[in-house]
């Protein structure tokens, strides 16, 4: 019994490891037209996402959904995100690697 206990665990923290830290989120496929499949745009008008800080994505989607950042496209593409998927999606993309640099504002940042 102790023996299945630990394979299951070892199975466990294996699976862990291999995951990505953060899920790719489903809404990602609409994103995609225009951010690119990671977050990294191929068109200059559509900005790049990924690397930018994530509080920084998540605000600007609350922003577009509130009309507090008012964008035609960016406004219906954010009107119906619950907060929860805007947190994943913020996390996921800032997760992504791309053209973009954001030192980290936790003491990397050299002068
Ligand atoms: C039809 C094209 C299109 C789609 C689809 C789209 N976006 Fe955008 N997105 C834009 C454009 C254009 C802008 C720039 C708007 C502006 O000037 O504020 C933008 C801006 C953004 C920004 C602000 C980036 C910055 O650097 O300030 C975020 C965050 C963002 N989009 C996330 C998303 C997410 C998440 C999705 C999917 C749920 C999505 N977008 C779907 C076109 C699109």
Known sequence: MTRILFAALALT???????PEVA???KTTTCAACHG???????????TLAGQYAN????SLKDYRSGARKNAIMGAQAANL???EIKQLALWYAAQKGPLYTPSVHGDLKP
């Open 37 to 47: 499949e990671a977050g990294v745009s191929a068109i200059g008008m559509y900005p």
């Open 82 to 84: 619950t907060d929860a």
């Open 24 to 26: 790719k989120p489903d």
């Open 13 to 19: 923290a294996a699976t862990a490891q291999a995951a």
């Open 56 to 59: 920084y994505l998540e605000h």
